[in-house]
């Protein structure tokens, strides 16, 4: 191509530029183009932003719970798949939300719907479950003298003015956990040598059998103990074991034997304790609910102060239930006559004299103080 048509031709070009350029409808045309290719991109499914679905698992939250009731168990989470862009997905998985709402919930066990909260931009295609299954409970509380369980006591010493403060706790949580507990104790270590001792100790909460009781508040959580630790003259002797009952049996039915297992316990005491000290009382049984037949407990046996157990001080109470309505409910003409033949047993309690082995061992490392 010669100079003179190349010349012609770059003129040309240029002259064909600045008339596009200079048309008005140009920007619609980019507007245009622009649009198409966003279209074949991102609705051909090619792109970051196509449509499609995702499962999430949201945290149920429990709101406007009342303030007389406890959740027994937690609502866990529950299942949603939602349909939407992947920008909309992106934002679903910080702002899905679930709650369950109690605040017309009463005790004992429901299922309650689960309101879901979704961000703009996405559906929802499925939720599972829909609902969550809860259980609450009346919150209790009830006020409990604090024993001292005292660990590791050395031979033929004892100690003065053994008093937590304060010296009763309260105790608040769910009904059933509430009712379960028998006894508050503070567990205080103890080391040889004539001084001054003190300090801070968490109160447990223990059961009919002396075991913890979990899921509940103690308040104060601490007792403070201070006393003085000295040595004394000790002498070893065998006091009886007496079981304390609480609450009351239903109606037609009666105590009839009690077995102690030991029946008396070999205990080191201090000269005074030993004069003052007549028997040792096990922790509360109750009598409540217990109907015909045999029934077994553990127990433990309270160590008063002043008295160190030998032997485990622990029991074991069986209890022998039977019926006396069959008795009570006949004409007294009846009842008569019928005594006669049959009468009803009369309450028995075991002897002192019983071949019992105790079960203890020949070490006691934990004593209870208390009333």
Known sequence: MSEQKWRIWLQTLIRRVREIIRDEDLHYRLIA???????????GGQGRLAI????????????????????????????????????????????????VDLAYAQEGEANYPVDLKTPRGVDVVSVTPRTVNLITERILEKKFNVNLGIVGLPENFGFRNLTPKPNQVTIRGPRSQVERVTSAVAYVTLSGGTQGLGGSYPVRALDQE?????????????VQ??????????????????PQFTGELPAGQQ???????????????????????????????????????????????????GVQA??????????????????QEQPLEEQQSETEEEELPEPETQSPDSEIESPGSEDSETYFWGD
């Open 225 to 242: 103990v201070e006393f003085q630790q000295f040595e004394e003259t000790s002498v070893q002797i065998s006091l009886p074991v007496v």
């Open 310 to 327: 030998v032997d485990q001080p622990t029991a074991v109470v069986t209890l022998t239930i039977v019926k006396v309505s069959q008795f």
């Open 52 to 99: 499609k679905e995702q499962v999430f698992s949201v945290p149920v939250k429990v709101i406007n719970l009342p303030s007389d009731l406890t959740l027994i168990n937690e609502p866990g989470e529950i299942r949603v798949v939602v349909r939407g862009l992947t920008t909309a997905l992106a934002r679903a998985e910080r702002d899905l939300s679930a709650q």
């Open 255 to 305: 105590l009839w034997r009690t077995v102690i297992t030991p029946y008396s316990l070999l205990v080191t005491a201090t000269e005074t304790a030993a004069q003052e000290v007549k028997q040792l009382l096990t922790a509360p049984i109750s009598l409540t609910g217990l109907t015909e037949g045999e029934h077994v407990r553990n127990v433990a046996i309270i160590i008063p102060d």
């Open 210 to 222: 002396g075991r913890g009781v979990e899921g509940i508040e103690i308040d104060p959580a601490y």
């Open 33 to 43: 183009l622009i649009a198409a290719v966003f279209l074949w991109f991102f609705a």
